[in-house]
């Protein structure tokens, strides 16, 4: 390495050579940026940044090469072959393409080491191919161990660079690594091939090119070098800031809220870990703040989504603007946010909440017009509600239900005592939905028979649940569970098609009666999905009566009467239930022409001890008469009430004392036939429910 050494610093020109380190080093650099590329890219674009790198290499390679032998005496009258120049520049391009395209084929140091060797056979053909090109007035002579020894340094240098950029122990040193490694496969083969080469005059007359023309042509390839190198640096450069600038949008796609720009719930769960982990650390206390607007709905249904978008974003943005530090506002969803605060006084939580609610009511005005929303608030602190961060979430959600329920005016605080009766409610919801998706619930059947011909004249569905861990839940409590929680039209659903089904099995043909509740009377394809199922179970329209109460009507009475009329004009019956209770509207039975009216059971109960329902009872009787509309009566538990009845010619009867629900009705035996005695009040509490 001395002999190298030395021939460096007497035979070249020491500022063109610099030049050529220079060239070196950039170029190496760029192809360890584009080389990159290719090896996580795949198809065309891999074979695009193959293309750029074996451009880049090969530039690199070739200009290195020719600006150091322009730096190279020869004292000798020096010319350049210019096909073999041109043909130098192609085996510079083609060799390492190869390399790069083996190395990247298959991860593994074999592959990478094979591909560097193929690269560092490039970087010495092409050396000796531009040496070729390079005519002196003399005699050339050859060292051999001097070449076998650059060829070995190019091919192990460029086979190693190339293992230490795939190489994932170096981490972030593996691109200083690859690119020292690939400029020192260049900078040997030229110089120890160089070091192999002896030229002997032959005119010593003639004198070589001048030092100022060899530094101008040496300054002139090395740009034009540069400005290809260039073009591959800012190709990888422009492609790694565009990749950034993607991944950072997709990162906040991916932690923020698309309409209102506040952080959504995965980065809410993260900032709320984080938090938690500070006042661990600090002794503080941290306040979960859970908000649902008030009214939101109404601004939907009356002015329109894009409304209700624009007083979604004003909202958070007042919000946003009210956090102070250690303070995070989150949209969860739909119309609901929450929010973190660390505090050491309890009424700097109440002061923070308080301004929350303040801001949700100021009036905002948007567009023509003015919208008041409000909002429910509920609270829950760390660490005295909870010290895990879901269940410190889940608190606060339950104390703004509450509050939300309560109609509460001020921020509502958790309290386990208050709020566990919502807590089992919302996982009832949870277990019901599971049950409709698994098909855990049932329908029992209780008959109806006729009062003066003992006659079994239907039945009616009523849906049962029996919960895995709490065993029997009654209709009373899963019911209005699945209204509140959206749950009712896919139960009703369910249990209309479960009940058609069932009666297609009977062997008989009596009618089967479904309760329709308030919320599908208000869906407008309910007719259509009767008609539906009928089609699907093969039931007759004439074999299935639903039954509503007179409060679901009220509710939107033009489109519930119009709903009704279309289910009547499948030709199902349609019963008013629970009569006597709610409106009892005489306008309603005027209005739409009843099948059947069903007497509250809370008439027939009071029949042995209260003249007044007797005359109540008669009266209704004598109006279904006089409107041509049976009337049955439920509740019917002893042998005096059903005897009253039958004085008073009521046209049918249902109760415990004609028969209790069952899984399925097996026969149309009529059920005042071998009647069992009345059963007990307690037993009756239980079969009820």
Not at 325 to 339: I, M, S
Not at 554 to 575: E, F
């Amino acid at each position: 390495m001395l002999d190298v050494a030395l021939c460096i610093a007497t035979d070249h020109d020491p500022w063109l050579v610099l030049l050529a380190v220079f060239v070196c080093c950039t170029g190496a650099f760029a192809i360890v940026q584009m080389l990159g590329r290719a090896q996580v890219t795949t198809g065309m674009q891999r074979f695009g940044w193959l293309f750029l790198t074996a451009v880049g290499a090969g530039a690199t390679i070739w200009c290195t090469h020719f600006v150091a032998m322009l730096a190279y005496e020869a004292g000798v009258p020096v010319t350049l072959d210019p096909v073999l120049t041109i043909v130098s520049l192609i085996v510079a391009i083609a060799g390492t393409g190869l390399g790069f395209a083996i190395a990247t084929r298959r991860r593994g140091s074999i592959h990478s080491f094979i591909g560097g060797g193929v690269v560092g056979l490039a970087i010495a053909t092409m050396h000796f191919t531009g040496m070729a090109a390079y005519r002196v007035d003399g005699l050339v002579a050859w060292r051999l161990p001097f070449v076998v020894a650059s060829i070995l340094c190019a091919v192990v240098f460029a086979g190693t660079a190339l293992v230490a950029l795939g190489s994932a122990r170096l981490g972030r040193w593996r691109v200083a690594v690859g690119t020292g490694l690939l400029v020192t496969a260049i900078a040997t083969l030229h110089f120890v091939a160089m070091t192999a080469l002896r030229i002997t005059p032959l005119r010593i007359s003639e004198a070589p090119l001048d030092p100022g023309q060899m530094q101008a042509l040496g300054l002139a390839t090395a740009l034009v070098g540069l400005v290809v190198i260039a073009t591959g640096v800012f190709a990888a450069l422009i492609d790694r800031w565009t990749r950034s600038d993607a991944m950072q949008r997709l990162h906040h796609m991916a932690m923020n809220d698309a309409l209102t720009g506040l952080p959504n719930r995965v980065s809410f769960q993260a900032e709320l870990a984080r938090q938690l982990d500070s006042a661990r650390a600090s002794g503080s206390q941290l306040g979960v703040v859970a908000v649902d607007l008030n009214r939101f709905k109404e601004i939907n249904d009356v002015h329109g989504h894009k409304a209700g978008d624009d007083v979604l974003i004003a909202l958070a943005q007042r919000m946003r603007r009210e956090m102070g530090r250690h303070e995070t506002v989150a949209r969860l969803g739909g119309d609901e946010f929450v929010a973190i605060t660390r505090f050491d006084d309890r009424a700097q939580l109440i002061a923070f909440a308080s301004r929350i609610k303040a801001t949700l009511e100021t009036p905002l005005s948007i567009g023509s017009f003015e919208a008041r929303v409000g909002a429910s608030i509920g609270v829950a602190v760390y660490p005295n509600d909870a010290s895990d961060a879901q269940i410190l979430t889940n608190n606060a959600d339950l104390a703004m239900y509450r509050a939300k329920s309560e109609g509460s005016p001020a921020p509502c605080f958790y309290d386990a005592t208050l709020d566990e009766a919502i807590r089992e409610r919302r996982e009832l919801a949870a277990d019901l939905r599971v049950a409709l998706d698994e098909n855990r619930l049932e329908v029992h059947y209780q008959v109806q028979a006729s009062v003066t011909t003992q006659a079994v004249t239907g039945y009616e569905a009523l849906v049962r649940w029996t919960h895995p861990v709490r065993g029997p839940i009654s209709p009373e409590v899963f019911i209005p569970i699945a209204e509140e929680n959206g749950l009712i039209l896919t139960l009703g659903e369910w249990v209309m098609r479960r009940a058609c089904t069932d009666a297609m099995g009977w062997e008989h043909q009596s009618r089967v009666a479904v309760n329709v509740s308030p919320v599908q009377l208000a869906h407008a394809d309910l007719p259509r999905l009767f008609h539906q199922i009928m089609l699907e179970t093969g039931l007759p329209p004439r074999r299935l009566e639903i039954e509503l109460t007179e409060t679901a009507i009220m509710a939107d009475r033009v489109h519930a009467l119009h709903v009704l009329r279309q289910i009547k004009a499948l030709g199902v019956g349609v019963a008013l239930d629970d009569f006597g209770t709610g409106y009892s509207s005489l306008e309603t039975l005027r209005a739409f022409p009843f099948d059947k009216i069903k007497l509250d059971r809370l008439f027939v109960s009071e029949l042995a001890d209260s003249p007044q329902a007797t005359a109540i009872i008669r009266a209704v009787l004598a109006l279904g008469k006089s409107l041509a509309i049976p009337v049955l009566a439920e509740g019917i538990e002893t042998e005096e009430q059903l005897a009253v009845l039958q004085r008073e010619g009521c046209d049918e009867a249902q109760g415990f004392l004609l028969g209790y629900p069952e899984p399925l009705p097996l026969s149309t035996r009529p059920p005042f036939a071998d009647r069992p005695q009345a059963a007990a009040p307690a037993r009756r509490r239980r079969a009820a429910g």
